[in-house]
């Protein structure tokens, strides 16, 4: 591994150096082609006025923009870019410097209340041409000083912009151009602002509108029915779902195949990119929100960014608190001591958060961009549950309930964040799109808190008849998480049909836990008593080291192909520590596991049809490494009924995808994808159950819990997904995925194979009203799926992330279903639009509308059977306020030259 490290780094400082050797010999006597290069790439001056057509006078604060087309390897397509962008002055004047002058340019003239105005522009040769003379030893030739000297000038003259026919009421222009769902070269990418009825929620509730997502009720996150990595701005993140606000995001970009440029040890479930919004206009923009639910919830935030000459500077804060109803029955049956539990209960869940963000970008230059921010996470967390539970004897003729007991659960944990970034990006100047980057982040999560169990038993139904004294068992927890990441990346393209990349990716993750559990049976007479035999503290480190390389071409005006590979090295090393009774440590185990490297290739083929369509095949290889508790070898004795441990025997799972996608674009709006995809795992890791005798009672038994290596298991389907405007108001964006899922466990004591056919379906509608209002609705059903493998738990970035360490699954290697599902969410927005890009809205909005949202289980292992139903939080009314204030304005700060704003906004970096 460190040899392919020292290749990459060597061949990255080698690429560097030559091209900075490039630049740097030019004491030899230069050639025309040199000179032409250097006239085209930097003597354009282009300059022009922007005028009310009606009144022919000038429009100041109008944002004007120059476009410039490249060609996309990896989907044979052109692909527009933002070469650069400038405000006009208050008399509506404008100009560029420093263009390509043989180039075709596409300019955008956009200000408020005015329609879009488009328009090409080239220079048609009007650069300083070759002259014919003798200026080289009486060769023919051409004359570097009048080429040096010479420019390329354009007056675009007076753009006439008319009055928009939308009146003041109507929805703000950035929103309403914005279609809810988009096709990347890679992913499919979700407009976040568009999904109106989120506002106020978080990425939790987004997410579970997004077609391809499914979250449960407990916000567990999958797609396609595996379990996806998340990131935030292309980075890992030590954040949960709950902890991101909604109002946030910009969009969410799903990768359900990635390339060998991501991370390999996530497995076959993919990425969800979550792009947080960020300014990229000259000038001052920011915007306050609160709002509150019928759980007496309520939310309240504020944002700012303001950007001028070489800044770019960024703020957030916001205040939440949620209230979380929920109710639950369960049935099991231990088949094993033939006894029968019964359950019903409810829940209140507490959460309450603040979080703050700050970030800077610093444009030195247009060749050198850095980026410095970071953020904090404070929150506090509260969970009352009260239960009621019937122990019922299988061997008793009458069936009747041996015990009643009333449990009640209460917990409360506080979670501290903190996170630091620095991004350095480096454009070579050379060619667009050859640059190197670099990116650090550091993460710090630190929980601490405890959970109170009293439960109390009775003799009879009406809980009057006390059998005993209540039973307690206090747990006091302390977790430290710290994860650090290192990624440099390069990107050259070698022509315009072909371009090479490669990169490096370090990360080191450190955990400690501390869990100390006590228990009293004497009802509060006497002190708890520290149980150590229940009692966990740990520690471990893990590391992962890769590097990939990816090319990519064109052959031929329709077809295209990039193929790569990647390394990647992982090994844990970490700590139990056992302690006595006077909470001291005794003794310890370490243990160590270090995993060979692995090498994942993958391939995109992408031919494009005419009429805006194309197909594209692409395959790629992950790997899920067994976590550090999943593979220690030491008894959990937590619930002495439902024993736990490691398995150093496991080994890595290798998942296979393939995809074969069809996309149609159409030329109004929206786009088709049809894709059929199939994964296949081998080496399953999967929960596995068998029975022991009781210590101290060999005629009882006890189930024991660990993990092991199944067969395989596959997932084949169809996707579709449509997203049109049926109407001019009417916009319809809907998801059907219809799929097979197989799980062969014929190698463990069940001894049988799981299998399926399911489907579920989304559909998302956006209806505009008159009078400025937006209305939209929600619809979702998912069909009776396959129980899906919980045992594995990737040790990647993202694996084992939020939390981990004895926390056993007691469905084992299960038959079973989760049942079906059917909700409906809705929203109604209006919108108030201002002058000098200020505006209002007001949001309404309510979720799971019918109190259909019930998530139901039944499983089946050797040893029970269990059918489980919970309803979460239905039916909360949600009303948000949001008001958005700016000025793009490149004169609103006092500078020294104009030419600097469009030096630093040129390059199309959008900060």
Known sequence: MKKIFLLLSVSMISIATIQAQEKDTTKAAPNKAQFQNRIDAKNGHLYGKIVDATTNKGIGSASVQLFKSIFDSSTNLPKEILLTTVMTSSNGDFEFNDLPTHEKLKLSVNALSYTVSNQDVSFGGMGAKPVAGNNNGGQGGFNPSAIMGGGADKNL????????????????????????????????????????????????????HIPTVNVDIDGNVTMRNATPQ???????????????????????????????????SGGGGGIIN???????????????????????????????????????????AMYMRRRNKSTNTLDRTNTYNNTT????????????????????????????????????????????????????????ASATPFAYSNLNSLSKMHFTNYNGKFNYKHSFGDKDNHDLTANFQYNSANGNGFTDIL????????????????????????????????QVDYENPLSDKSKFEAGLRAEHQTVYSDSRQFTDSTGGLEDPVF???????????????????????????????????????SNYSGTNVLMNTDQIDSASTNFKVKFPVNIFPSLFLTYTLPNDQCLQFNYSRKVNRPNFFQLLPIYNYSDPYNISTGNPDLKPEFTSNYELSYNKTYSHSGNFLATGYMRYTSNMITNYQYTEPSEGNTADSVLVNTYMNANHSYTYGLELTNSIAATKKWTVTGNVNLYRTVIDASNTELGTTNKRVSWNAKLNNEYKLPWGLTFQANIQYFGKTVLPNSGGSSSSSSGGRNGGGFNFSSLGTAQGYIGERFFVDAALKKDWKGKNGNSFSVTASMNDIFRSNYNKTFSETAYMEQY????????????????????????????????EVGGDQGGGMEM
């Open 455 to 486: 439960t109390q038993y009775y003799n009879d139904p009406d809980f009057t008849d006390v059998r005993n004294p209540a039973l307690t068992l206090n747990t006091n927890m302390i977790n430290r998480h710290k994860d650090w990441i290192g």
């Open 274 to 316: 979550i792009v947080l919004k960020k300014n990229k206009k000259t000038g001052y923009n920011g915007g306050l929100r609160a709002g509150g639910d019928t759980r007496w919830g309520s939310n309240l935030g504020g944002d700012f960014s303001y950007r001028q000459g070489k800044f770019n500077l960024t703020a957030d």
């Open 157 to 208: 003259g007076d753009i006439a912009l008319t009055q928009s026919a939308t009146d003041l009421n109507a929805v703000t222009v950035t929103s309403s151009t914005k279609p809810i769902f988009q096709m990347g070269v890679d992913r499919k990418i979700f407009n976040a602002d568009r999904d109106i009825a989120n506002t106020g929620q978080t990425a939790q509730e987004l997410l579970s």
């Open 230 to 264: 998340i990131y935030v701005d292309g980075m890992p993140t030590t954040l949960t779902l709950e902890q991101i606000p909604s109002d946030l995001i910009d969009k969410v970009e799903l990768i359900t195949n990635p390339s060998a440029k991501y991370d390999a």
């Open 868 to 899: 489980q139903k919970r309803l979460s939080n239905p039916q909360v009314f949600r009303l948000n306020f949001s008001w958005r204030f700016g000025k793009m304005d490149a004169n609103l700060f006092k500078r020294k030259n104009n030419k």
């Open 341 to 396: 539990l019964l359950q019903d209960g409810s829940g209140l869940r507490t959460f309450r958060m603040m979080t703050g963000n700050l970030s800077m970008d610093y444009l030195m230059d247009n060749k050198n961009t850095f980026t410095l921010g970071g953020g904090i996470f404070d929150g506090h967390m509260g969970n009352d549950q009260p239960q009621h539970i019937d122990s019922i004897d299988g061997t008793n």
């Open 531 to 569: 149980r150590s035999a229940i009692s966990s503290k740990y520690n471990y480190q893990q590391t992962v080291l890769a590097a990939y390389a990816q090319f990519s071409s064109k052959i031929g005006d329709h077809f295209s192909y990039q193929v790569g590979i990647r390394a990647e090295n």
